[in-house]
């Protein structure tokens, strides 16, 4: 069974740091990109990051760079997003995705074809 499941979420203070973390049952996971996406309230769902196959090349959207850390482990096929200096403005619930082909690294969600279930993010002022 394909399935990406995320886990890590919670509420947390403006300022405060958060792990998240994405397991994959992928065939073949480490020849594919993966990204994290978020989506608040109200809004489209945005790209915050991504990782090429080998994690060479990551990703960020201009919001969290410097922020955000995105790293992967294609022994454990598990992708994570490190998260530090949390604003509220990050509030949304993130998403763990894979690209839809090998060896890229796209930015938008159409790119995407397989979702996780999400795991939400809270960060009170």
């Known amino acids: 069974q394909v399935q990406l499941v995320e886990s890590g979420g919670g509420l947390v203070q403006a300022g405060d740091s958060l792990r998240l973390f994405c397991a994959a049952s992928v065939r073949s996971f480490s020849s594919y990109a993966m990204g994290w996406f978020r989506q608040a309230p109200g809004k489209e769902r945005e790209f915050v990051a991504g990782i090429n196959w080998n994690g060479d090349t990551k990703r960020y959207a201009d919001s969290v760079k410097g922020r955000f850390i995105i790293s992967r482990d294609n022994v454990k096929n598990t992708v994570d997003l490190q998260m530090g200096s949390l604003k509220p403005e990050d509030t949304a619930v993130y998403y763990c995705?894979?690209?839809?082909?090998?060896?890229?690294?796209?930015?938008?969600?159409?790119?995407?074809?397989?979702w996780g279930q999400g795991t939400q993010v809270t960060v009170s002022s």
């Open positions: 995705a894979k690209e839809k082909q090998a060896y890229g690294l796209g930015l938008r969600s159409s790119e995407y074809d397989i």
